[in-house]
C-alpha cells in the first residue's frame, strides 16, 4: 500500500512485479492480445511471439534482463515478426533492449545479462520461410488462419535453435 503522499506511479514501476508482466496465457486469448498491440493477427507476428515466449520460458528471465537482437528484412510482413517478439518476450523498443537490423532472412539473437550470461538463437527454418512465400493466403481472414496454423506448431518446428552461454 501506497504512503499518503507517496504518488501511485511508484507501485506501477515497480520492476520487481515484472514477474506478473508475461504469465501463462490460453493461447486464444495470448493470440487475440497480440493482435490487439499489433494491428492484426498473422504468420509473422505468430513467428515472433512464439519466439519470444520460447526464449522467456528457457532463459527463465524478465523483461529487464534480457535483450533481443531481430533480424529480417526492413519493410512488412516480415517487420510484423517484431512486434511478435516484443509482445511475446517483453524486450522493447522503448525499454532499449531490442533493435533491428536487416537482414534478407529472419532469426533472434536473445541474450540474457543476469543472473548468468546466456544466449539463446532462434533461425527461422528456410522449408517454413518458403512455405510463407509460397502460400497464397492473401489477406484478412486466411492470414489471421494462417498465422492459428503457426501458432498450433511446436517451436522446434519453426526455428532451427542454438542455445550456449554468452558471449
Ligand atoms: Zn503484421
Known amino acids: 500500500m501506497p504512503r499518503r503522499g507517496q504518488p501511485r506511479t511508484a507501485t506501477r514501476l515497480d520492476f520487481g512485479q515484472s514477474a506478473a508482466i508475461l504469465r501463462p496465457l490460453p493461447s486464444t486469448r495470448l493470440l487475440a492480445d ?5 494491428g492484426h493477427l ?3 507476428l505468430v513467428l ?23 533480424f529480417c528484412p ?6 510484423c515478426f517484431i512486434d511478435g517478439i516484443q509482445f511475446g518476450c517483453g524486450c ?3 525499454k532499449g533492449n531490442l533493435n533491428h537490423a536487416r537482414s534478407p532472412r529472419c532469426r533472434v539473437e536473445f541474450i540474457r545479462t543476469a543472473p548468468a550470461r546466456a544466449r539463446l538463437v532462434l533461425n527461422l527454418r528456410p522449408e517454413v520461410w518458403n512455405e510463407l512465400h509460397e502460400s497464397k493466403s492473401g489477406k484478412g481472414r486466411a492470414v489471421a488462419a494462417l498465422g492459428r496454423a503457426i501458432h498450433r506448431r511446436p517451436v522446434s518446428s519453426l526455428f532451427l535453435i542454438d542455445s550456449a552461454p554468452g558471449r
Open 48 to 70: 515472433g511471439l512464439k519466439a519470444g515466449r520460447h526464449a522467456r520460458r528457457k532463459l527463465r528471465t524478465t523483461p529487464f534482463t534480457l535483450t533481443a537482437r531481430v
Open 92 to 94: 522493447t523498443v522503448g
Open 42 to 44: 498473422g504468420p509473422w
Open 74 to 79: 526492413s519493410r512488412t510482413p516480415y517487420t
Open 34 to 38: 497480440a493482435a490487439r498491440f499489433h
